[in-house]
């Protein structure tokens, strides 16, 4: 089973625009995500896919290998279904830019699912962490997600989901973490389908999948991580960098 990661990287974001350029500890945020994906050491391959010069050279400065988007695109997953298919693989793992805290332990978990499943029965796995505090619940940035018993997706929404209306026996809540593991057909048929209204309107691409009617696995990790959306993380990050370099 080949299993690559693909780490979609625009340079406008709407948030924080040129985020992926910015400095973490004295490299470009892209160039970290892209060092620690590398250096869990899961993948056959790994590519950064931008349609940015700045980028696309700074990774390849790094020895990086690096794939050019042509179209603008809805979604970081539309991005690499663009790409992919000039690429011999099974597994494609979306690994966002913004992550540069990304680690093997999880990873390794979510890869693990298409391992196990020898039917295929599961075609799109992703990562949930729990919520361990209001201001993260109620944070319209934080994407939050319930599933059923069996840890198949029901919805994802930037709402505070599960309500606890009853205040006995509260739910436990999840933070989606934008990590996606596709199987590569899975991936060139999301990207045929047409967006959804409920994609429009909370701005989650995952939803495309659940309103056609596809299934998406969550798998649960207890490693939170830090994207980097705003300055303020950006800020954090590097003193969690900081922090960890001078223990080590």
Not at 94 to 115: A, C, H, M, Y
Not at 168 to 188: D, E, T
Not at 190 to 217: M, Q, V, W
Request: hydrophobic share 40%; proline share 4%; charged share 25%.
């Amino acid at each position: 089973m080949k299993t690559i990661a693909m780490i979609p990287a625009r340079y406008d974001a709407s948030r924080f625009p040129g985020k992926l350029m910015k400095h973490l500890a004295g490299k470009p945020v892209i160039t970290r995500t892209f060092l620690a994906t590398l250096n869990t050491g899961l993948f056959d391959e790994v590519f950064v896919v931008t349609d940015n010069d700045e980028i696309g050279n700074e990774i390849k400065s790094v020895g990086g290998n690096v794939l050019f988007s042509k179209k603008k695109h809805d979604s970081g997953s539309d991005r690499i279904a663009e790409v992919s298919k000039r690429i011999d693989c099974d597994i494609i793992v979306n690994v966002q830019g913004d992550e540069p805290f990304t680690e093997k332990k999880s990873l390794k978990k979510l890869i693990d699912v298409f391992k196990k499943d020898s039917i295929q029965k599961i075609s799109l796995a992703s990562l949930m962490v729990p919520i361990n505090n209001n201001s993260e619940y109620n944070n319209p940035n934080c994407v939050k997600v319930v599933t059923d018993k069996n840890n198949f997706a029901l919805y994802f929404s930037r709402s505070s989901i599960p309500h606890d209306r009853s205040l006995k026996s509260p739910a436990i809540a999840f933070k989606h973490k934008g990590v996606y593991a596709f199987r590569k057909s899975a991936l060139l048929e999301f990207t045929n389908l047409p967006i959804s209204n409920l994609e429009l309107s909370e701005k989650i691409e995952c939803l495309r999948f659940l309103e056609n009617g596809r299934r998406i696995k969550m798998v649960e990790t207890d490693i939170q991580g830090i994207e980097i959306d705003t300055p303020a993380d950006l800020a954090k990050a590097n003193m969690i960098w900081c922090s960890k370099a001078r223990s080590s």
